[in-house]
């Protein structure tokens, strides 16, 4: 097989019906197999799959494996030349995946790439203004403290997609939506931490590639629809926990010694700025979930201590050029700008 469409599923059933019909139709069968691997799902997503997807590919866990983890269980199983990880509530489109198979056959020092994500319920609530959707938009970035952004996407700010990033871009990060990545690398290079569970494993992995010499680009003329917040819904505690929790792993696992212990500090009093904001805002058990996931963070240091070591030993560019030198926070809330 030239690639392996991997969608992840946990409990998803009415995303599977809703949309693997479109994975179906736009997905050339040549050369390319639709497998879904099933995190231990106990409604009936086997029982649909089996009945009216049977020439999908099915791996099955026992138990729930979390994003990340689920996500390297199968493609351990994976040996074509190219993997995409795409989300259960995802509706692609025509030619989604040549364009992106392309880019990559004719760019040989790129790792993986992304589509343009747009947002699926702006294109059914006003097709003439569809927005960017919060997980990759135009291609990811990340600012000078760790901070993740996107092309048409600035914190919570999302722009309505007029064309005008419909030019390929190398980012620094692709989203976990709907990656295509070269399998062999995905293997070697360790791919998605299993501990973080859910949220922000993308970039960490991403920052991975960026530091060992790989690329990473946004390819728009492919576009997809996502949902978004199928599993975790944007304003669950335990995704925010999920998120600064990683988010602050992230820094430790891939900053050189030299910047971690500045960005360290700033974020310090950014995230207790940001807890103080939920709770001010009416959400106690968001700002509750930001305060654990510092505490657990600190907890958890030594036992990514080695890992650490191992992403700085491997670092042929320390300090990738693909960080932004933006502070985002400074820019959306000082400077009042929106991208």
């Not at 050369?31 to 020439?55: H, M, Q, R």
């Not at 364009?99 to 699926?120: G, N, R, T, Y």
Request: hydrophobic share 40%; with cysteine; proline share 4%.
């Amino acid at each position: 097989m030239r690639c392996s469409v991997v969608i992840l599923n946990w409990n998803g059933a009415d995303w599977l019906r809703r949309f693997l019909p479109t994975v179906l139709e736009h997905t050339p069968d040549s050369d390319c197999e639709i497998v879904v691997a099933d995190n231990g799902s106990t409604d009936n997503s086997i029982e649909l799959l089996k009945n009216e997807f049977p020439t999908v590919r099915l791996i099955l866990f026992t138990e729930n494996y979390g994003f990340a983890e689920g996500y390297n269980k199968a493609i351990d199983a994976i040996n074509s030349e190219y993997v995409v990880l795409l989300n259960s509530d995802v509706e692609v489109t025509d030619h989604w995946l040549t364009v992106l198979l392309d880019f990559l056959d004719e760019h040989k020092q790129v790792a993986a790439v992304q589509p343009k994500i747009l947002s699926w319920k702006s294109k059914q609530s006003n097709p003439d203004k569809v927005l960017f959707e919060h997980a990759g938009a135009a291609g990811g970035e990340i600012d000078v403290l760790g901070y993740p952004f996107c092309r048409g996407r600035l914190l919570q700010h999302l722009d309505i997609d007029n064309g005008q990033y419909d030019t390929n871009k190398q980012v620094f990060w692709t989203t976990g939506a709907c990656m295509a990545i070269r399998t062999e690398i995905y293997k070697k290079e360790g791919g998605l931490d299993g501990s973080y569970f859910a949220h922000m494993e993308e970039i960490d992995l991403c920052w991975r590639l960026n530091c060992r010499g790989y690329q990473l680009w946004c390819v728009p003329q492919s576009k997809v629809y996502h949902v978004g917040g199928g599993a975790l819904g944007y304003e669950n505690p335990r995704k925010t926990y999920l998120n600064f929790r990683n988010s602050l792993l992230t820094l430790y696992k891939n900053l050189p010694a030299g910047r971690l212990w500045w960005v360290m500090i700033c974020r310090f009093f950014l995230d207790y700025v940001a807890a103080l904001q939920m709770l001010l805002t009416g959400h106690p058990k968001n700002m509750m979930s930001v305060m654990r996931a510092r505490i657990d963070y600190h907890k958890s240091i030594k036992t990514y201590s080695h890992k650490r070591h191992d992403n700085l030993c491997k670092a042929i560019i320390p300090f990738p050029a693909t960080i932004s030198r933006r502070c985002i926070v400074f820019d959306y809330y000082i400077r009042r700008m929106s991208n």
